[in-house]
Every structure is written in C-alpha cells, then in structure tokens.
C-alpha cells in the first residue's frame, strides 16, 4: 500500500520551459512534505520542503504547492535547465515519527538544451 | 561537514558470505536511517535510530539483516548470510526534525 505516489515515471521538458512534477498521497497524518534531487550514483539531496500549514512555499527557480484537500503536492521548476536532470523524489512525514519519511518511487526528468 | 559517509561505495560478494556495511552521520544529527534502494520497490526505510537507540525496525526484510548504532558518530548494518536479492543500493540518512540528508549510498551485488 503505498502512502506516496509519483504517478509519472518519468518527464521530458524544453530547457527553458516549465517542469511540473506530482505527488499524491492517502495518509492525512502527513503534516510535512519535502522534494529530494537525485544524481546517479549519488545519494538524494535535499531541495525543498512545505509544512501543511502552508500551501505554498518557493525557493528560487523551485516553488512547491501544497493542496491538502486533494492531497496533493507539485514541484515547478521554471526555468529549467540541463542540469535539473535527475530524479526528483516526493517524500512525507508526520511530526510524531521523529523524522521518518515516507518517500515516493520517484519521477526521472530530463530537460533537453 | 563532509556530509554522511558511507563505506564501502561499492561491494561485491558470494552468496552465503556475510556484508558489512558502515555510515558516518553529521555530527549532531539525532537521527539516524538505513534505506534500501530497487528498481521494484524504491527507496524502502530498514531501520531507524533516534539518540542511538533503534526506533522502528519493522522494514527490516528478515532475521538475516541486523543494524546497530553503538555511539552517535557510527552506525553498521550488516546482512549474514548475504543471498542475491539482498542486492541493492543501501543508504544511510541523518538527519534533525524532519529532513534527512543522505549518503552516496553503497551498491551491494551478492552473486
């Protein structure tokens, strides 16, 4: 059963253009959601979190949107660049876990120059 | 901070031998995770530590992986005997509250 789901395994964009990456989820214990970047051969790295009291929350090219009543979260990257290639992971938790987060399957996007 | 280390990056071993893996978390991290990585599954949660003491182990596949954390700076996780669906990425996470920050991870192949 998973709690988190990225639907779309993978996504193709124009550099310079709009990535939107999606996220859904059942458990409506989540109370805190975050996006990991990851590389090959590498481990994810951190990007960019929401807390569910928000619905909203940007950080330079990233911006994170947060629809509780749908469960749903999305990552829009604009621009994109070449380098944004990777897989992108939406990840959850709730505040009594001590940090555990559950994580999606993951959503390979490659932006093309 | 050079970040969590994980060691070794990569290991290859026989079916029946045992594997030992190692991470380093970032200093002052309470929280320590072991994650196991397949195309089927993805990223799975293993084990947790919060303050060295094991949390939830209940993602622990069977009685042949165990995990240990004896101080704050060290944490193994070890697969004895080791079988050829045990390979994988392994990584090991820190983290404080809610965000974890990964290791590069060690690819496990048992042939």
């Known amino acids: 059963d998973q709690q988190v789901k990225q639907n779309s395994p993978s996504l193709s964009v124009q550099e310079g253009r709009i990535s939107i990456l999606n996220c859904d989820y059942t458990n409506s214990m989540f109370d805190y959601f975050l996006w990991y970047k990851k590389y090959p051969a590498e481990g994810p790295t951190f990007l960019i979190s929401i807390s569910s009291i928000k619905d909203k929350n940007e950080d330079g090219r990233f911006t994170v949107f947060l629809n509780k009543s749908a469960k749903h979260l999305s990552l829009h990257i604009v621009p994109s660049q070449p380098g944004d290639s990777a897989v992108y992971f939406c990840?959850?938790?709730?505040?009594?876990?001590?940090?555990?987060?559950?994580f999606g399957k993951g959503t390979k996007l490659s932006v093309k120059p | 901070d050079a970040g969590v280390i994980q060691s070794p990056r990569h290991e290859v071993t026989e079916m029946g031998q045992e594997v030992t893996l190692r991470c380093k978390p970032i200093?002052?991290?309470?929280?320590l995770f072991w994650y196991r990585q397949t195309m089927m599954r993805g990223l799975e949660l293993l084990i947790y530590?919060?303050?060295?003491?094991?949390?939830?182990d209940s993602g622990m596949p069977e009685d042949r992986f165990s995990a240990k954390m004896p101080n704050a700076s060290f944490s193994t996780l070890k697969i004895q005997p080791s079988e050829p669906r045990d390979s994988a990425v392994y990584f090991c996470?820190?983290?404080?509250?809610?965000?974890?920050?990964f290791g590069a991870g060690t690819r496990l192949s048992v042939l």
């Open positions: 200093s002052g991290h309470n929280s």
């Open positions: 530590f919060n303050n060295n003491v094991p949390i939830d």
């Open positions: 990840a959850a938790s709730n505040g009594g876990s001590q940090g555990n987060l559950i």
């Open positions: 996470a820190s983290g404080t509250k809610n965000i974890q920050y």
